[in-house]
């Protein structure tokens, strides 16, 4: 056993998830994993449809979209009518951002940890509207959460409108004091828009408690179900202003007993809902894997991310970025600097690192330029089929480069 290293083993059975066998997976935050009895029920859900499309789409499907809904705003402490199923939190964040009324000299505040997609579509509405984008420079190593808030209140100024921040940072693996942001926001006037893509499932959730104008989360992830099932949550009064990226038949619909929110996100033209009507049954199975539920997977899914990391540390001499209350199932620890040209080996990984890893040692983590080249993370994840096992195998491969 590694020294640093506290022995934990997998939950449940590897053979309910369709990872290959014999590799080393640790970046279930990038896209996820779908348990097969999750898998099993989409496509009971994928038959029913293609054996009577018109039943499916016409008479059955908003019932069956209203009752999957109305689980997940169960687990996410909201009302239904203040939730709607979208694909992910990237078409939820520019949902939101493509329906602000803006003005030129308006300022957009964000973080230099924001996802890039998201970032992406806030410069390109900023473009649009000649508005600003500001942002806030969070400081890493950080010692405690009250250094980000005040980075953040540093950066507001009376033109600041709205606020996009990551709950879970994507590229370096941090938990933000939400509640804190959003209270000091809300004091100011300014509306909070959280990028939650990592959140749900990942820690304790109740959006209504929060306070945020609007949240968007992916279900992909840290809850396991099928791609193509995200959220997007609205303040009641504000959904008014927030229109679905596609403009569909909700848009002049005349129905009094449904809400226009519900109209036009509900339907946003034809598209395979399986992904979302089988967020029920992730949440479920994955409730049922620990004694204690959510609550024991979140906690044993932190306790082996923070034990990999103290791990990574110890042996390799690598610096951690943030204290223990400020991580989540994600870790990352800097590396040190890379040596050679770093060329775009797709559009989500650019340092060919990561591809070494994989290719000679079938170990798959994510490693980030961060905060730019040559400077560089490396983030660890850790699920169910996780346990130690897996971050001695990173390590050593690590050690084989550099040391």
Not at 90 to 95: D, F, L, P
Not at 347 to 360: A, C, G, I, N
């Amino acid at each position: 056993m590694e020294q640093g290293a506290e022995r934990i083993l997998p939950v449940g059975s590897q053979a309910d998830w369709p990872l290959k066998p014999g590799i080393t997976f640790l970046n279930h935050g990038s896209f996820g994993s779908c348990p097969l009895p999750v898998l099993a029920y989409q496509q009971e859900m994928r038959d029913r449809l293609e054996k009577q499309p018109v039943q499916f789409f016409v008479r059955d499907l908003e019932r069956l979209w209203d009752d999957a809904l109305s689980r997940l705003a169960q687990f996410l402490g909201t009302q239904f009518d203040q939730l709607t199923f979208v694909p992910n939190a990237t078409h939820g964040v520019n949902a939101v951002l493509r329906s602000l009324d803006l003005e030129a000299g308006d300022e957009l505040l964000v973080t230099d940890h924001e996802y890039n997609a998201c970032r992406n579509a806030l410069d390109f509405l900023a473009e649009r509207a000649g508005a600003k984008v500001v942002v806030a420079a969070l400081k890493i190593p950080v010692q405690q959460p009250s250094d980000w808030v005040a980075a953040l209140l540093e950066k507001i100024t009376p033109r600041t409108k709205t606020l996009l921040i990551d709950h879970v940072t994507s590229p370096t693996g941090i938990v933000l004091p939400m509640e804190k942001i959003i209270a000091e926001m809300k004091a100011r006037g300014i509306r909070v828009l959280v990028d939650g893509a990592h959140a749900p499932g990942m820690i304790p959730l109740n959006l209504d408690a929060l306070g945020a104008d609007f949240y968007t989360g992916n279900c992909h992830k840290w809850l396991c179900a099928p791609k193509g099932a995200g959220f997007l949550f609205v303040r009641k009064e504000l959904q008014k202003n927030i229109r679905p990226l596609a403009i569909s038949h909700g848009a002049n619909a005349t129905r009094k007993d449904r809400s226009r929110f519900h109209l036009e996100f509900g339907w946003t033209g034809t598209a395979d809902p399986s992904a979302c009507l089988s967020v029920p049954v992730a949440i479920d199975w994955m409730s049922n894997q620990m004694p204690g539920g959510w609550s024991a997977i979140m906690q044993r899914n932190r306790g082996l991310a923070l034990s990999a990391r103290t791990m990574l540390s110890v042996q390799l001499g690598w610096n951690l970025l943030a204290p223990d209350s400020m991580i989540g199932s994600m870790a990352a620890i800097e590396m040190p600097d890379s040596t050679a040209p770093a060329p775009l080996t797709t559009p989500l990984y650019s340092d060919p690192y990561q591809d070494t890893l994989w290719k000679e040692h079938q170990v798959e983590v994510p490693i980030v330029p961060w905060p730019a080249p040559p400077k560089r993370l490396i983030r660890i994840s850790a699920q169910l089929y996780n346990q130690t096992e897996n971050y001695i195998r990173l390590i050593s491969a690590l050690k084989a480069s550099f040391h």
